[in-house]
């Protein structure tokens, strides 16, 4: 039997992967700031948020501090960038509906269609660093039809610590073998790749905005490097 | 705004109140039988098999054994059976067959309508002794349409114990009040209730089988009591 006919579950990174986070915060940023009155370069807030994400896991990873799951790092972040981008005069409510715009990021044009074709065949799961409220939420608004949603929350560990892949693999009563990474970073799938999960590659050229320097093609032997999700179901036959 | 009005999650026990665990079992077990040429008293097998859960979870609970998954308590459980009810001559993939059985577990008729309706107004999940792995398997194969899937494995505690409900609703990024236990078994009502989760009690009067005398009706006062899922969902105004 082929590497690839023995996966039985798709594991799916989720921001940049399957939702594009600068479109969605941007946007929100906007629609919040022309309601509150607030002027700011949205696109360079969500920039400097994103910025922000692997220097909040790190602390967590490295032990500076107990788990922490991904929306309160975000809130972290979040009120350190409202100081510096000046703006004031946000309450409670407000700055944790701003907040929760990771909670309401809009999937790739092919994120849903190709997500329910794999779903035939596959068991589908998330395998983010994203929160499991988080990710729930984004499902119900976004329509992604995942079978399990799970990562680094239910592990306890962040990506890409090795136990944040196997502990999904463990969850869902496969071998690392059985699974597949589909994600739009190669550090990502090296990492999944290393601990024996089968890797997909799909690239999001855009997932940083027009300037992308960074993952625009696979830099490594993966298993599978598809143009879109749809393209993956194709590939694999859904 | 009135307790039910606040309620964001619907929370699931599974085995009973979602599926028909006795018949799943006893056909399951007599189509085995025929194939393999062995007879025996299949709905005794499945009543006996059920007999060893809550045993099998109390050495959990207890701190007797460290913990272990519920696939795990099956096969320890069914090993035991094939000896009593004197069934040899299975290989290891075999028994993994039958003790996969769980996985494939039929939904009493109205599970898949009432928790599609259901889902259109609230996160549906299951906060269910099963195992993730079996969780999952389950609804693939039998259509059920869970936002998440969550309960005993991922809290690694069994219910009634208090963290397999109080790390639900954490999860799902809810104070107990905005989650609301759906079973068919006044104790784990109960003891969700105790720890601030509403209730809503939906009977499965031949759960276990036709001279079933427990848990026939509601025996405390829960929020909602209702026929069936599709009761519930009406009752819901989904």
Redesign the interface.
Known sequence: MSAIAEVKALAFDVFGTVVNWRTGITEEGRAFGREKGIDVDWEAFADAWRGRYQPSMSRVREGEIPWTNL?SLHRASLDALLEEFAVTGLDEREKDHLNRAWHRLPPWPDSVEGLTRLKRRY?I?TLSNG????L??M??NAGLPW????GA??ARHYKPQPQAYLVTAE????APHECMLVAAHNDDLVAAGTLGFRTAFVPRPSEYGPDQKTDLEAEHEFDLVAASFVDLAEQLGC
């Open positions: 929306d068991v799961a929160n499991v409220a988080l729930v939420n499902a119900k079978d399990a949603v799970l929350e239910v969850l869902l009563g496969l």
